[in-house]
């Protein structure tokens, strides 16, 4: 049995196929994917992954792409220890998370983190350029990068992304009332589904989105606390470790 990982350290959809491997202790083989580098735009790339992201899972030959269809399918492979509720009416609980966090916090991430982050390695290119050579080529997402440009998103988009995240920690601040989980008693995908995006916030120097709610902020903690988490985050899983982010313009919500 091979399990083949093509993921990024530092990309938010790969950390969430790390941690459910490592929670199940699986073995997998580990194949870099150099973003900075467009590695995952390469024609050998796109017949694995036809959208031009990480991460891509190749199981005994099998190729299984996108992160929350990735951690579905390793549950139902790896059934141990399980990482979903047996019950439906639980199943579909946990679902409707999973639709939610990828809906709304994922895609918001993307905004500062892009902002912050990626965009300085553009900021010389003209508009025209970076259509061509960044955004256009892009199969998923040429049009989040036409909207960020090689200078970065408009303080609107940065404002309207921050209060997204805020609304996804005041919704999971109501349910951890049951916790220790988002579920109640099961830690489950939902769970790990999220864990990047409130990491990636801490990361950013954006904690004070959630650091006034105790419920998430001991959530975070226990996240924190797991094996899985720790092997999770290898070196390089943080944006802040090897460049300075510059402070946002807008408001930081609280
Ligand atoms: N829905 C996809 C999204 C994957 C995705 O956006 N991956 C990002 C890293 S987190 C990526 O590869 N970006 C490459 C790019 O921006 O060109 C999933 O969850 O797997």
Redesign the pocket.
């Known amino acids: 049995m091979t399990l083949e990982l093509y993921h990024?350290p530092q990309?938010?959809?790969?950390q969430?196929v790390r941690i459910a491997l490592a929670e199940k202790h699986l073995e997998w083989v580990d194949r870099r994917?150099n973003?900075a580098k467009?590695e995952?735009?390469r024609p050998e790339y796109l017949k694995l992954n036809p959208?031009?992201?990480?991460?891509t899972l190749v199981h005994d030959g099998n190729i299984v792409?996108?992160?929350?269809?990735?951690l579905e399918y390793l549950d139902e492979v790896f059934p141990t220890p399980r990482l979903s509720p047996t019950d439906p009416v639980r199943r579909a609980q946990m679902r409707a998370w999973m639709r939610f966090l990828?809906e709304v916090p994922?895609a918001a991430i993307?905004v500062p983190s892009f902002h912050l982050a990626l965009a300085t390695r553009f900021n010389a290119l003209d508009e025209g350029k970076f259509r061509k050579t960044e955004a256009d080529v892009?199969p998923?997402?040429k049009n989040f990068?036409r909207r960020m440009g090689p200078k970065g998103f408009s303080d609107e988009d940065v404002a309207a992304s921050l209060d997204e995240l805020q609304r996804t920690v005041d919704r999971m601040e109501a349910a951890l009332d049951k916790g220790p989980w988002l579920l109640g008693a099961d830690y489950t995908l939902a769970d790990i589904i999220v864990t990047p995006s409130i990491d990636r916030t801490n990361d950013l120097g954006l904690s004070a989105i959630w650091s006034k709610r105790p419920r998430v902020t001991a959530w975070y903690a226990r996240m924190q606390a797991r094996p899985a988490f720790k092997q999770a985050y290898m070196p390089g899983s943080r944006l802040s470790e090897f460049m300075t982010l510059k402070p946002l313009h807008v408001a930081v919500p609280a």
């Open positions: 990024a990309s938010t959809c790969s969430k994917v973003l467009n995952q735009l959208n031009g992201v990480v991460p792409i996108d992160s929350s269809v990735i990828e994922t993307r892009r998923l997402r990068y």
